[in-house]
């Protein structure tokens, strides 16, 4: 569908905005809203936490209603805060945070809230601009706006006030506003849909492709093959002829170099760390055509026992999440690569088929053999003894090679189904902000029905 273009325009005065409807006013954001900001109660005294006060901060910015907060405070805290309880109707957006180096979240509550000193609310003068309306010319220019609003701080990106209040911003009259503000709540709605149908089938596909491993590692290829108990209640029966073995019969055990972040450099011999291990690269470690950071070549003469090579597993042995206990990479290099901070190596024996063992790490069932072992709270810690303790099942090495060719060319079809469910979400995002931005800059008219 296409929508037809106002009949006649001016200049914005603002390059990245260029031309706007001629009826439209433009006025700077300080002029048609006013500003407060948020404060912390002291974490010190209790009595100012856990009341009937949603208290807002930018973890909870995660869609466009406000209707909760992870946490609330108490009447008293709120008195003693440089904060104030906003009505409902405001909206919110997020001032400083490491997010504003890519996203501006911004929300509109729905009911009456406080926030933190990361954050800032636009009370509207309802008769000069609609909520509604300002919510999605910010989602429309995001990229723009952090441009102009952003202001580099030493750790996180934060919104200089100043910037953001002498803003200029295309208002067409309230009614406008309004119905411009209508479709694209219509509209966008239509579009998170489908994006919602495509990450729900991602996660479809994310099930099943654990499903197959699971099946594989711990059951075969062969649906009619006799079974035996693995001695092991939450294993179950395995096929004849897979032996059951602690992992210490099966690998030796090292740790990584004792480095820290500051020991890593852009040139040398390449080192893997857990942050590595945890979120970029999954079970399938090439550094050369994934690039690390590197040690100096020195390390070589007096760590060798850090130095992996192919087909060695590297565990992180530290998480911020219980589910992310039991991560681990495998080496498909022939590449010198040390194994740096926080990890544990485990080199496998010769009677073992390396790729099998990784999809058998992978599978549900060995990791939640682990994550039943680690210990903490909010970092859960993996220790060589919990690794060494832990068992695998394996069938002879002609079978672990099929099983591990068969997981190959199966999970590439769903890899395949994931890569194209992103593009999508992708496609439908950018044509989402392309909307809300032609729509908000009076680039195409949506008060008439569209030309299909």
């Known amino acids: 569908m296409s929508f037809p273009r106002y009949p ?39 009595a100012y936490w856990n009341g009937d006060i949603p208290w807002v901060s930018p973890k909870d910015m995660k869609s466009e209603r406000i209707e909760g907060a992870e946490e609330s ?19 919110l957006i997020v001032v400083r945070s490491g997010i504003l180096k890519h996203t501006i979240p911004i929300a509109i509550t729905e009911i009456a809230v406080a926030l933190n000193q990361d954050m800032k609310a636009f ?3 309802r008769s000069k601009c609609v909520s509604r309306f300002f919510l999605r010319w910010v989602q429309g220019h995001n990229d723009q706006l952090l441009f102009a609003w952003a202001k580099q701080g030493a750790t996180v990106e934060s919104i200089e006030h100043s910037y953001l209040a002498q803003t200029v911003i295309p208002l067409p009259p309230l009614p406008e506003q ?58 179950g029966d395995v096929p004849d002829g897979w032996e059951v073995k602690p992992l210490r019969s099966v690998f030796t055990f090292s740790k990584g170099l004792t480095i820290t972040k500051e020991d890593l450099q852009d040139e040398g011999v390449q080192c893997v760390n857990y942050g590595e291990i945890h979120s970029k690269y999954g079970f399938r470690l090439n550094p050369d055509i994934h690039p690390l950071r590197c040690v100096a070549p020195e390390y070589l003469l007096t760590n060798p026992d850090a130095r992996i090579q192919d087909g060695d597993f590297v565990f992180a042995d530290t998480s911020e999440d219980l589910e992310g206990s039991g991560n681990f990479t495998h080496l498909r290099s022939e590449s010198p690569i040390f194994a740096g901070y926080h990890t544990i190596i485990a080199r496998p024996r010769k009677d073992t088929w390396s790729l099998f063992l990784a999809y058998q790490f ?24 919990i690794l060494k303790a832990a068992k695998c099942w394996l069938p002879p090495i ?20 994931t890569v194209e469910a992103q593009r999508t979400i992708e496609l439908l995002q ?5 909307l809300i931005s032609a729509a908000v800059t009076g680039q195409i008219d949506v008060r008439q029905p569209p030309k299909n």
């Open 8 to 46: 006649k325009y001016k200049a914005s005065g603002v390059e990245w905005l260029g031309e706007v409807p001629e009826h439209w006013g433009l006025p700077k954001l300080k002029s048609v809203a006013t500003f407060s900001g948020g404060g912390t109660p002291s974490r010190d005294n209790p």
């Open 73 to 91: 405070i108490t009447e008293e805290g709120l008195r003693s805060s440089a904060s104030n309880l906003l009505p409902p109707g405001r909206v």
């Open 123 to 125: 009370s509207f003068d």
């Open 178 to 235: 309004t119905a411009i503000a209508e479709f694209l709540d219509r509209e966008t709605g239509k579009i998170d849909e489908l994006v919602a149908e495509q990450r729900r089938l991602m996660e479809l596909l994310k099930e099943k492709r654990q499903a197959v491993i699971s099946h594989a590692v711990t059951k075969g290829l062969n649906p009619h093959a006799p079974m035996k108990p693995s001695g092991i209640e939450w294993l």
């Open 362 to 385: 992978h599978s549900s069932v060995f990791r939640s053999q682990i994550q039943r072992q680690v210990k903490g709270v909010k970092v859960f810690s993996i220790s060589q003894g």
């Open 398 to 417: 002609p079978e672990q090679k099929a099983i591990a060719t068969f997981l190959d060319t199966e999970l590439s079809k769903f890899d395949t189904l």
């Open 430 to 434: 950018e044509r989402r902000t392309a």
